[in-house]
């Protein structure tokens, strides 16, 4: 299996700038969580979805960050307008319905100048 | 709210030692996980606790888990260089397919 793929795995950007952050999870896992890691704040939570509906957002940080998941094989987190508190490394991980571990993705490390 | 706590934070450790990682958490919760990052890398699974008593062990690494102490171990046997990295526990908010929340994470270092 190819695990759980992200795009793009660096972007750099300009403050104001839209960035749209794509995960395509593992075949057959039917939830999805995001993450973003940071040095001054560690691992957090930032939205999960289960057969592609979302359950707890209550991570997002704020208005300027949204989610989706269309489908069962993608989903994006998009930040609008970005700004540089929000460069951290993005990750995005899958499941199967809890049933096992949550798998990473390589993530994608945003620096927002 | 849920908080994980791990200790230590920074561990230094000569090849050959044993040691162990703690992580408490403070609220109930039957599912704990054990993951390593490598510096730029990403996580990699290494243990999921399911159950109050719970024992896994993979080559030089055994983690316990504990429910009604909410705690778990993550116990380094004859440690070698390889097992250089940072170690997050984690527990999952509700009973299952939920987000996890990360402890901030064991950077342990094995010198020769």
Known sequence: ?113 | ELKVEQNPLFLSMQEGKNYTIYCNYSTTSDRLYWYRQDPGKSLESLFVLLSNGAVKQEGRLMASLDTKARLSTLHITAAVHDLSATYFCAVEKGGGADGLTFGKGTHLIIQP
């Open chain 1, 1 to 113: 299996d190819a695990g759980v793929i992200q795009s793009p795995r660096h972007e750099v950007t300009e403050m104001g700038q839209e960035v749209t952050l794509r995960c395509k999870p593992i075949s057959g896992h039917n939830s999805l969580f995001w993450y973003r890691q940071t040095m001054m704040r560690g691992l957090e939570l930032l939205i999960y979805f289960n057969n592609n509906v979302p359950i707890d957002d209550s991570g997002m940080p704020e208005d300027r960050f949204s989610a989706k998941m269309p489908n069962a094989s993608f989903s994006t987190l998009k930040i609008q307008p970005s700004e540089p508190r929000d460069s951290a490394v993005y990750f995005c991980a899958s499941s199967f319905s809890g049933k096992e571990t949550q798998y990473f993705g390589p993530g994608t490390r945003l620096l927002v100048l």
